[in-house]
């Protein structure tokens, strides 16, 4: 009866609630992205911003739009490390815990 239930814990833990953890974490990696708004700013980086297609205004736009793709890119980054962090300590917790515990017993 142990075993049984020793199985089914690992067919949960990677099976359906893995695959939940990996949804999560891509859904607020996407959401961020959505948020930074970095593909569209680097899609329109030589586009004039308001339509102000003077020398001036085409330097300002090229401008903000690079220094908020580079920003952006930096803040993403900054948030896909914990992220990745996050999904490699569910893979590695049971088999460290599983360690433990047979570490305890011998």
Known sequence: M?????????IWWYGAQLRACLQMTYSFWSLSLATLNILPMLANLFVPMYQDASISGRIISLFFRVV???????????????????????VILPPLCLVQIVRFFI
């Open 68 to 90: 908020w793709v580079f920003g952006g890119s930096l803040i993403q980054i900054l948030i896909t490390i914990p992220l990745i962090s996050v999904v490699f300590i569910w």
């Open 2 to 10: 142990l075993k049984k239930y020793f199985l089914n814990f690992w």
